[in-house]
């Protein structure tokens, strides 16, 4: 059978406006890339806290690790005989069979201690750390109530679980309220599963509601602070802890990859909820650990971003002040405080032109489209970076003002 059918499918999303391509990005600096040639202030990407650049995480990836080999040596060129566990980049394997190290023993400790948790367990990505963790957790005898604007990683997650699955309008607690009395009878179990900081808009999730809802229930609430690990919180712990529900919500999903700089994913929680993952969640047992240098990067930016206080004051300031902006030059500009700002166009096709306008003026500002966001809800995505500068803020607030002329 010919795959002709797919040409067919690709054509009809060239034809909505909602074709995607890779672009080959060649990273300059903590807000800068080049692009076919062409230098862009970043607006496109998750390094919130500007730690991806930072040169404590490329000491630490290549440092040397928590262990020696017998008899390594690196007197002169490299060879089998004289690499050092530095010099090993890929871990090899699987965490259960031969991939977990030392680092990443060090990394689950300092996670815990971070997180203020018992354990901690670490994951290849935040989405495996997402669909690992919903999937293990829930069964077809189970009922998972889910936000609307969940994080892909989250509904395939509630998915795979075979729960029965009960979609709310986002952060809609009132209805939220009124489907768990509807449905919390037909099941076992029940979570509430929702984002903290919503990757596309921006915005928070009513989690003093949503705890209080799970626990008048008897529910389990699982928090994904993929976006506001860093950012939020007096220690940089997320949303959990800035409205101070640390203790009342027990299972946390993270990533390594936004604020901290990195790559994987994580969760932390009780003692009996890791060893748990550990046992049962897929992508975990199935996937290679991450690199050694890695997890040792990502101890120094747990290190670092504990501290980062003023910083995280800062960049609130900058994504007021930078909303306040877009808002006076009439564009529908998300609420809140946090790095992601989403002017909302509403077509896919506008959304896209605008995106090149802006490129065309020295910004990468990413077009978000559907399936990512609802239809007719197209929007340009701003990510800010701590390391963004005044300068370039209002030479970005100046170009979006040339859009409304074109």
């Not at 080049?34 to 990407?45: H, K, M, S, T, Y």
């Not at 689950?108 to 997402?130: P, V």
């Not at 986002?170 to 029940?190: F, K, P, S, W």
Request: aromatic letters at 6%.
């Amino acid at each position: 059978m010919s795959l002709d059918w797919l040409n067919d499918l690709l054509q009809e999303r060239r034809n909505n406006g909602l074709s995607r391509s890779t672009l080959v990005a060649k990273h300059l600096d903590a807000t800068t890339i080049e692009i076919d040639g062409q230098r862009l202030v970043n607006f496109g990407a998750n390094d919130y806290m500007g730690l991806a650049c930072h040169p404590d995480l490329l000491a630490a990836a290549f440092s040397e690790p928590a262990f020696s080999e017998p008899g390594a040596s690196t007197i002169g060129s490299p060879s089998e005989n004289s690499i050092t566990p530095a010099m090993r980049w890929g871990s090899g394997a699987s965490p259960l069979v031969s991939g977990y190290g030392p680092d990443h023993a060090a990394l689950e400790a300092e996670l815990a201690k971070f997180e203020t948790t018992e354990a901690a367990i670490i994951f290849s990505s935040g989405f495996a750390a997402n669909v690992g963790t919903v999937a293990a957790l829930a069964s077809g005898r189970d009922i998972i109530f889910s936000d609307a604007l969940n994080h892909a990683s989250l509904i395939d997650g509630c998915r795979l679980s075979r729960a029965k699955i009960c979609v709310y309008p986002h952060a809609d607690i009132d209805l939220l309220r009124v489907l768990i009395r509807q449905h919390r009878g037909t099941a076992e179990r029940a979570f509430i599963v929702t984002d903290s900081l919503f990757s596309m808009d921006g915005d928070i999730a009513p989690l003093q509601a949503i705890v209080e809802l799970a626990e008048e229930f008897e529910m389990v609430t699982i928090v994904d602070e993929a976006h506001a690990t860093g950012i939020y919180g007096d220690n940089g712990l997320g949303v959990c802890e800035s409205l101070d529900l640390l203790t009342r919500v027990p299972v946390r999903i993270g990533t390594l990859s936004k604020a901290l700089g990195g790559l994987g994913g994580f969760v932390v929680g009780s003692h009996v909820l890791i060893e748990y993952l550990r046992n049962f969640a897929r992508p975990y047992i199935y996937s290679t650990a991450m690199p050694s240098g890695m997890a040792r990067a990502s101890r120094a930016a747990l290190k670092l971003v504990h501290s980062m206080t003023e910083q995280r004051r800062l960049l609130k300031q900058k994504s007021l002040t930078l909303r306040e902006g877009i808002h006076q030059l009439g564009f529908e500009v998300g609420s809140g405080d946090s790095p992601i700002i989403p002017i909302y166009l509403g077509d896919a096709k506008e959304v896209v032109r605008y995106s090149q306008e802006l490129r065309r003026h020295g910004h990468f500002v990413p077009a978000i489209r559907p399936p990512t966001v609802p239809l007719d809800r197209s929007l340009l995505r701003i990510s800010l970076s701590v390391k963004h500068t005044d300068d370039q803020l209002r030479a970005l607030l100046k170009s979006i003002g040339t859009l409304l002329e074109k």
